[in-house]
Antibody, heavy 120, light 110 residues
Framework: QLQLQESGPGLVKPSETLSLTCTVS??????????WGWIRQPPGKGLEWIGS???????YLNSSLKSRVTISVDTSKNQFSLRLSSVTAADTAMYYC????????????WGQGTLVTVSS | QSALTQPASVSGSPGQSITISCTGT?????????VSWYQQHPGKAPKLIIY???KRPSGVSDRFSGSKSDNTASLTISGLQAADEADYYC??????????FGGGTELTVL
């Protein structure tokens, strides 16, 4: 059974960089036709797609966050990562990693999510 | 790009059917058959219940169905049960390798 697990600091200071890693187990991150995505959800609000990556390293980003987002993949560790720079309180959210079976078709496996709070 | 438009809330009684709409444009919902729906219970991660407009993943009840007409996708839940009370989100491919989620709909089972 495929499992995804987010990890990283739960508290980040304003203007600093948020860094999260998603570890995939029970399957290979290098499988063809699977993309790996980050989605966030501010408290009490809806879901927002941040971006996705293919195992080759090709990235696809939400244009509204593109200037601050970096997504990378480490196939040797079966992990992919998110970096969001210059964070503000508006970036406080639950951050989920998920597998996208065919870009945009279906996020079929999700991590449990990790809450990141931006505060001094 | 703006989020897809969903009603903030819908409600129904046990056994009834309800429909949640997801309205976009010709650049997203209307332009591609890549609409998916997610169910999210409080404190839990979203769960995929419909993909490619109307397909159900293995293990998802056939009480859940999806459809699309022009720029609006719809999720119908028949035989409403208490366990269906949750938030529901649509998601669509929006061209140029981007994805859009809807604002979410809170379903209350009366």
């Amino acid at each position: 059974q495929l499992q995804l697990q987010e990890s990283g600091p739960g508290l980040v200071k304003p203007s600093e960089t948020l860094s999260l890693t998603c570890t995939v187990s029970g399957g290979s991150i290098s499988s063809s036709n699977y993309y790996w995505g980050w989605i966030r959800q501010p408290p009490g609000k809806g879901l927002e797609w941040i971006g996705s990556i293919y195992y080759s390293g090709s990235t696809y980003l939400n244009s509204s966050l593109k200037s601050r987002v970096t997504i990378s993949v480490d196939t040797s560790k079966n992990q992919f990562s998110l970096r969001l720079s210059s964070v503000t309180a508006a970036d406080t959210a639950m951050y989920y990693c998920a597998r996208d079976h065919g870009f945009g078709e279906q996020f079929d496996y999700w991590g449990q999510g990790t809450l990141v709070t931006v505060s001094s | 790009q703006s989020a897809l438009t969903q009603p903030a809330s819908v409600s129904g009684s046990p056994g009834q059917s309800i429909t949640i709409s997801c309205t976009g444009t010709t650049s997203d919902v209307g332009g591609y058959n890549y609409v998916s729906w997610y169910q999210q219970h409080p404190g839990k991660a979203p769960k995929l219940i419909i993909y490619d407009v109307s397909k159900r993943p293995s293990g998802v009840s056939d009480r859940f169905s999806g459809s699309k007409s022009d720029n609006t996708a719809s999720l119908t839940i028949s035989g409403l049960q208490a366990a269906d009370e949750a938030d529901y989100y649509c998601c669509s491919y929006a061209g140029s390798s981007t994805l859009l989620f809807g604002g979410g709909t809170e379903l209350t089972v009366l």
